[in-house]
């Protein structure tokens, strides 16, 4: 057995939704511990409770009381909330956002400290888990706001075997997102998805497609002038940087035409214009991937699944993809950090106590 096997935190995300039913199911095939040693945060009673209200095939959690304590052989669970919690499958409350952010913020403290690798959060209600010590549009927002240092910008990235779709702009309402396409928030984003697809997919020298604003590409400014005035000028600033940055395109006919195809990834300029191809095109194997931090942070594409929950009918293949993604990213960055490390010898130097004559051992020995 390695003498570390990665270990990853998996958040119980809204207890009213299909939450635990995909975590369960996820790791109903033991030769998942095989890749990493999950430690759930949420409550072995709600899993209980899943487990027998959607007849899953019953995982053995063994319940710990700190991710120090996490075995490798088996699947682990800390329990961050009461008992006395009400489990609604299908209900938004109040009471189950407050416990998606208890676990949610154990978990980043473990992370934080090292405690553990990486984490998995399952989907969250982005309404209900408001409070004063959350108010994020997401888990993106918090997580750059909670494992930045001040200056990373978290990147959103939705990803599978074939598409990588990053966004500029994340939950930013449709009548906002003209005023932040900028030059600058255009060109950052392309340096850190290049940075992305290098260091955490190991792509050599990334292609990356970048989508105009609006219809047609602005049709030379008819239809919008972002395409002219700040797209393009970011897409000429990245390529300066030796980044290989084309565009802008079209995004239906880029989509439609399957030119995703011919690139490492794709920069969309919001929410849906990415998000809505990469999803059809995903089916249920989408996994959303908080690039842009020190730390590796993933999550299945869907959301709480409120109309299904408590059923047994979820899909869990989002959540599993989840959970290899973040292994995949931890190794991808191990192996960069070493293939990148200075390659130059240091400098040995010794004294020769009898002649006190010193010698650089680095150098050939001359004749």
């Not at 109040?94 to 978990?107: D, H, I, N, S, V």
Request: contains cysteine; negative net charge; proline residues 5%.
């Amino acid at each position: 057995m390695p003498e570390h096997k990665i270990k990853i935190g998996i958040t119980q995300g809204d207890i009213n939704g299909i939450g635990y039913e995909v975590i369960l199911k996820a790791l109903e095939d033991n030769r998942m511990m095989e890749l990493c040693t999950p430690v759930i945060y949420g409550s072995a009673k709600i899993a209980a409770f899943y487990t027998k209200n959607c007849r899953l095939t019953p995982v053995q959690l063994a319940q710990i009381g700190d991710a120090s304590e996490a075995r490798p052989d088996q699947y682990n669970i800390i329990n961050v909330i009461p008992e006395s919690v009400k489990v609604e499958p299908g209900v938004s409350s109040p009471e189950a956002g407050k416990a998606a952010f208890t676990a949610l913020e154990r978990a980043v403290a473990d992370l934080r400290a090292g405690a553990i690798d990486a984490i998995v959060t399952a989907p969250i209600n982005k309404h209900n888990i408001q409070s004063e010590n959350f108010h994020f549009h997401g888990h993106t927002e918090y997580l750059e706001a909670s494992l930045g240092d001040g200056e990373d910008h978290a990147l959103m990235i939705l990803c599978n075997e074939s598409v990588r779709v990053a966004l500029v702009t994340i939950h930013t309402p449709i009548a906002k997102v003209a005023e932040k396409i900028t030059r600058r928030t255009v060109a950052e984003s392309i340096e850190a998805f290049n940075a992305s697809l290098t260091r955490d997919f190991g792509i050599n020298h990334p292609r990356i497609a970048v989508l105009a604003l609006n219809p047609h590409s602005g049709e030379d400014g008819l239809i919008g002038h972002e395409e002219q005035q700040e797209i393009a000028p970011a897409i000429a600033d990245a390529q300066e940087h030796k980044i290989n940055a084309f565009g802008p395109y079209a995004a239906d006919g880029f989509w439609g035409s399957g030119m995703y195809r011919k690139f490492d990834g794709v920069l969309a300029m919001y929410h849906d214009q990415g998000l809505a191809p990469f999803k059809t095109l995903a089916m249920d194997a989408g996994v959303n991937f908080t690039a842009g931090l020190d730390y590796v942070r993933t999550s299945p594409d869907h959301g709480t699944g409120y109309d299904i929950a408590g059923q047994g009918t979820a899909s869990a293949e989002s959540m599993r993809q989840a959970i290899y993604t973040a292994i995949d990213v931890l190794r991808s960055r191990r192996l960069h950090a070493i293939a990148t490390r200075n390659p130059l010898r240091k400098q040995y130097v010794e004294r020769n106590k009898k002649d006190n004559v010193v010698l650089d051992l680095t150098k050939p020995d001359e004749d």
